[in-house]
């Protein structure tokens, strides 16, 4: 019946009617491993067809990808004049931009967006995809004023779509349900300002944020997860502990306070050690470079638009004076001049280490015994982030990365790959991230070098993992522009996911820069190089264990490791001398010697979240002790000596992973 279906079905809905495989709660089919909706025609030579149910993963994203478009009509009904511009599903559920006339949306217009919502949902209306021509399509999106959607049409290639549902129809490739009566459970979250295209230079929009999911149980667990999240928020978190700040003239940049800086340098540290015992040597390189680097490397043509260029006073000048003179033929146009001022701009500040790395690497002729070599740099990195996208820590303009890149042979290639996930597994458990996905991401469109090369290296990371027997997946066309790459992704405390580690390994590098090493056969080689990263940018990773541990650094982490509190200024004498005998241990300690009552005193220490809070009273002082709290064990230990709480905290001292060694 397969091949008499196939011939005779218009599209996939047909096919599977026809197969007695569409079942009420079928909303799209797989075929031959890509997602496709039921409006789509019958792929000619299609082997495998096979429905998808609303419950199942892949139907999520469809699911609220069709939200975001019954919204769309919704406001558009509710606020007339009003100009659509993008409205994708995303990891979290979906959003549409709006250029609405006359102001931003209010709590109340969200409510109104909701019940109008409902409405169209209940009407059970069909969406219908239509294969358009360019010049019709282009007439449509002008008539209907939609200028937005004009202007990505004249970006686009290829066959063209809209989807209708009643009257409401949109430029969009799909895929998205049978009906509106798949949109059971959906919540509009919040608003926010978001520049067209994420570029400031462009309009201001309107961003109406939601979620959606299968069916209501799923949606309360997940609006229960957002509350969550909304007291883990990193930046209130960094704002109620004194961690980190912002400054409008440094856009997207962090400043980090002492306490901080104490986390941070504390993250640095805890890598550094690692890097010692897995044979890393931690280098340092410059931050500003001629263009020519970046151009050998690929990162100026690929990723110029996220680079931060200067020049000097002198090169300004120079850009000045060859302006200034009139051409020929004629006065230059704005390319022409752009031309004249980017052959002055010649310096790039680095948005990443791996082509210092190869000039390094380069600069003397290495031999096949000193492969593998590792090198470590936690170099400051700077990337023009555009304004609509940065996000308190986990999207800034400069940042460090526990940034490695190993330079090795082909035959080394298995064995360094599964190193480096048994050190990615062994700092995840070091954090409690327990929950950790891999995901190999493959060759991109537009990359550099040969197929056989990307088949080289694809084939040297799933090798790598699955000698690891560790279960994966594959996301075609993800992989970085010179190498493909595994990902480690990972949830946190409140389910979460977050994608932080990654490992690419890469042909193309070695080969623009000309790199060698002389191998047992005196003949000169290629290095491969790989590319990895534990934690990432470190900025980010803070940003994410802030939300992990809702603000309870451990013990080994901690700013403020023990607080102590004094009962009254008669006993501050002996909480300064305690304090300083723990400091000598290495404790890292403070003092609220202040006019406040006791039980304010604990209230603060309790606030920021010190692991440990110890009263020093007239008992105390007599016992040459502290009445400690313990803040994980969320009780009153009682009262231990200075030795015994020296002994408790030096045991916490260290990673989970470092006590295990330092037990044995």
Sequence with gaps: MHEAAMSAANDLREYLEAEEKLGKKVIAARVDGKVKDLHSAVPEGAETIEPIQAHEDAAL???????????????????????????????????????????????????????????????????????????????????????????????????????????????????????????????????AGAYWRGDERNPMLQRIYGTAFANPKLLKRHLKQIEEAKKRDHRKLGKELELFTFHPWAPASPFFTGRGAAIYNGLVDYVRGLYGRHGYEEIITPQVFDRALFETSGHLPSYGENMFMGATLDGIRDAAEELAKAPEDGPRDAAGCQHVIEEHVRFGVKPMNCPSHCLLFGSQLKSYRELPLRYADFGRLHRYERSGVTQGLTRVRTFAQDDGHIFCTEEQLSAEIGAFIDLVFEVYRDFDFHDVRIAIATRPEDRLGADEVWDKAEAALIAGVEEKDLPYEILEGEGAFYGPKVEFHLKDAIGRPWQLGTIQADFNLPERFDLEYVGADNERHRPVMLHRAVLGSVERFYGVLLEHVGGNFPTWLAPEQLRLVTVS?????????????????????????????????????RLMRVPYIGVVGGKEAEARGLGVRSRDENKDIGLLTLDQVRDRIQAEALPPSQRATTDE
């Design 569 to 605: 200024n008669e006993f501050d004498a002996y909480a300064h001398e305690a304090a300083a005998e723990l400091r000598k241990a290495g404790v890292r300690v403070t003092v609220d010697d202040s006019s406040e009552r006791l039980g304010s005193k604990i209230r603060a220490g």
């Design 61 to 191: 994203a469809i699911i609220r990808h069709s939200t975001a478009h019954v919204m769309a009509d919704a406001v558009q009904r509710l606020f007339p004049g009003t100009k659509v511009a993008f409205g994708p599903a995303t990891e979290d559920g979906f959003y549409y931009d709006y250029d609405r006339p006359g102001g931003t949306f209010s709590e109340d217009d969200l409510a109104a967006i909701e019940a109008e919502m409902k409405k169209i949902i209940e009407a059970d209306v069909p969406f219908r995809k239509e294969i358009v021509e360019r010049d019709e399509l282009k007439k449509l999106l002008d008539s209907m004023g939609e200028t937005y959607k004009s202007e990505h049409l004249d970006r686009l290639e290829g066959e063209l779509s809209v989807y209708r549902h009643g009257d409401w129809v949109d430029l969009c490739e799909g895929p998205h349900v049978p009906s509106t009566r798949f949109l059971q459970a959906f919540k509009l979250t919040h608003v």
